[in-house]
């Protein structure tokens, strides 16, 4: 699921959610997921992208919690 929220973000967003040049940096966002939402971003999107994209597994959305979501019940994906 982290990889496909990594991809709804960037197909959403235009960039990646984790990006940084040094890559110890890039570690570090992508261990603590610090990523910024977008403006245009909808208050359901940005629901689901920090629901997958949320680094404990345990606490992660599933395929199963993230198919009856707004988002994607509205075919916006």
Excluded at 48 to 66: G, H, N, Q, S, W
Aim: hydrophobic content about 50%; some cysteine.
């Amino acid at each position: 699921m982290w990889s496909c929220g990594c991809i709804l973000y960037v197909l959403t967003a235009g960039f990646m959610p984790f990006d940084e040049p040094q890559l110890a940096a890039l570690f570090l966002v992508i261990t603590t997921a610090r990523f910024n939402i977008p403006s245009h971003f909808s208050a359901p999107l940005t629901d689901l992208v920090t629901r997958i994209l949320t680094v404990d597994p345990k606490k992660r959305a599933t395929v199963v919690e993230a198919r009856p979501h707004a988002v994607v019940r509205a075919g916006l994906l």
